[in-house]
């Protein structure tokens, strides 16, 4: 979706403002971006006067369009006996995502809770980026498919556990890809979570505000 616009605006009210980023959320499409240009014209910037241009234009999001696949048959042909029956298994944490991935000979296809990843992960770069790192470094991309079935925490977070479910698949095929995988940061599990709320503060550390009177 691509929506243009123009409006009139005063120099006064938007003389100091170059470029302006907004979100839009359109239904129950991803949010987009909005990007808002300012223009005026020779004449007018001498004068001082005149009205100001301002240019709309709303970017497709990640993700729209792109279409829904059942991959569940392609999981169990892929994975006679369950995902617990296989020998690559690898299991991957962060935050509050835990992804058990499964590595099978293949063409490297990326399936997540019977979903393409590309589906799932909302065709979101970054994230597909994480999922895809470590085979790509070791040269495996097109060699196995990857089952992933994940849950928790948001998609950012089970993107990352992914790619440490991944490494330590990797492992198991050969010993000698941990020294590469090492230096990438790829087996390195990620402590770090959103602290706890304690009780009598708004958030984790946010006290109320102080009233003297």
Known sequence: MV???ALQASPAQASSVNAVRLGFVAGSSPPGKCRLGFARNSQ???RGA?????RAAILEAPGVGVERVDMSDFVKKAMPGGIAAQ???GTGRRKRAIARVCLVEGTGQYVINNRTAQEYLQGNPLWLFHVKLPLRSLGFEGKYDTIVKAHGGGLSGQAQAIRLGISRCLLKINESHRQPLRKLGFLTRDPRKVERKK?????ARKSPQYSKR
Request: charged share 15%; glycine share 10%; no cysteine.
């Open 44 to 46: 007018q910037q001498q």
């Open 87 to 89: 020998d690559l298994l």
């Open 199 to 203: 009780a009598g503060k708004h958030k």
């Open 3 to 5: 929506v243009a616009m």
């Open 50 to 54: 005149g009205s100001l241009v301002v």
